[in-house]
């Protein structure tokens, strides 16, 4: 059986390949007696070691948690981890745009300054990239066209509705700039959005979106336990209990 030493052990080891040099630093909890330990073994050995999902992709369900919930100077933490493991920074730019669709765009200006200022302090510039010049209409089909391949005939349903008398004075601009638009962005794949899309959601406590994105995931290609660990992930960024609750959404989707 493994003892509390052996994952203080591991989960410190996990503490300096994200942080290098860092790790050893004194955290904002280490004050209180024993809290380095017990983030030690729950967080770094119990979450971020556990098998299941790749450490980058665990990477990007962590900076989708902490900008939808707006966790910036843990954030800036995470962004220099990120590149550290070797997340592109077009990549990390592209998962804090994504989180915007859920969390509002705002959650992602905030962001994209932390991570500007990550990558300045870091020589690192990324050139600019031209605006997309697609028309509405492509906008519109394209993105109604994911929507049926990632959410099949739930993509009409509910608020997606296209009868919706409500919900239809908003949901267009969704499918525009979300699906047609931002899901179509270089530097991040469709099997990532999928990720930070469930992480996102979770954090958010929004468990019938993660419903609905944990059965487009399998449709993206992610397996099941992949899905199961893009929640489990965002546990210590967010809070066990929106995860727990977003696992038992999962239930009945992932069956």
Not at 116 to 145: C, H, M, N, P, Q
Not at 204 to 227: C, D, M, P
Request: hydrophobic letters at 45%.
């Amino acid at each position: 059986m493994t003892t509390r030493e052996a994952l203080r052990q591991q989960g410190e080891a996990m503490r300096a390949r994200l942080f290098g040099q860092d790790a050893a630093a004194p955290d904002r909890g280490d004050s209180a007696p024993g809290f380095r330990q017990l983030m030690s073994e729950a967080v770094y050995a119990g979450i971020w070691s556990r098998p299941g999902l790749a450490l980058p992709d665990r990477m990007i369900c962590t900076l989708a948690a902490l900008v939808a919930v707006q966790r910036l100077p843990q954030l800036r933490r995470y962004v220099a981890a990120a590149l550290k493991i070797g997340l592109e920074p077009r990549t990390i730019q592209e998962i804090l745009i994504q989180v915007g669709i859920y969390a509002g765009f705002s959650a992602s200006e905030e962001a994209l300054e932390i991570a500007r200022a990550v990558f300045a302090e870091r020589g690192i510039s990324i050139r600019a990239k031209e605006a997309s010049d697609d028309s509405l209409d492509t906008l519109s089909g394209r993105g109604r066209e994911l929507l049926q391949e990632l959410h099949g005939d739930r993509g009409n349903q509910g608020y997606a509705s296209p009868d919706n008398p409500v919900t239809g004075a908003l949901y267009p601009l969704a499918i525009h700039y979300g699906y047609g638009e931002i899901w179509f962005r270089p530097g991040l794949d469709r099997r990532q959005r999928v990720l930070c899309a469930v992480a996102g959601f979770t954090a958010l406590r929004l468990e019938g979106q993660v419903k609905k994105f944990g059965q487009a995931a399998l449709n993206a290609g992610l397996s099941h336990s992949e899905v199961i660990e893009a929640v489990i992930q965002t546990a210590p960024f967010s809070g066990f209990a929106p995860a727990l609750n977003a696992l038992a959404a999962l239930g009945d989707a992932l069956r």
